[in-house]
């Protein structure tokens, strides 16, 4: 099981910029590809971002190409999510957890049907 702990949100407005971090334990991090997922009240967690597990294949959901990036350092056990030119609509609960993918994009991206754990999330508000 993975041990998730988001940091980095907080309250900001529209056109500011927020770094998020998540930091992962419990298993080889290296080995997994990761991905950000963004959750409003009543609705179910999307996944906004993703990344391989060496970088080299990247996804992002439509609204946020051009504005958001995923990276990771796998010495650290971290993914990060630079989130730039902050919208309004960019406001939820983001989390991190495993996701499936492959560097090579052999594997298209998906989400696991049933998660074993998530992290506390960290909150993301954009004033418009």
């Known amino acids: 099981q993975v041990h998730l702990v988001e940091t980095g949100g907080g309250l900001v407005q529209a056109g500011e910029s927020l770094r998020l971090s998540c930091t992962a334990s419990?298993?080889?991090?290296?080995?997994?590809?990761m991905g950000w997922f963004r959750q409003t009240p009543g609705k179910e967690r999307d996944l906004v971002a993703a990344?391989?597990?060496?970088?080299?294949?990247?996804y992002y959901t439509d609204s946020v190409k051009g504005r958001f990036t995923i990276s990771r350092d796998n010495d650290k056990n971290t993914v990060y999510l630079q989130m730039n030119n902050l919208e309004s609509e960019d406001t939820g609960a983001y989390f991190c957890?495993?996701?499936?993918?492959?560097?090579?994009?052999?594997?298209?991206?998906?989400?696991?049907?049933?998660?074993?754990?998530w992290g506390q999330g960290t909150q993301v508000t954009v004033s418009s």
């Open positions: 419990g298993r080889t991090f290296s080995s997994l590809n």
């Open positions: 990344i391989s597990t060496r970088g080299s294949n990247l």
């Open positions: 957890n495993v996701v499936l993918g492959s560097d090579d994009g052999s594997t298209g991206w998906d989400t696991f049907r049933e998660y074993d754990s």
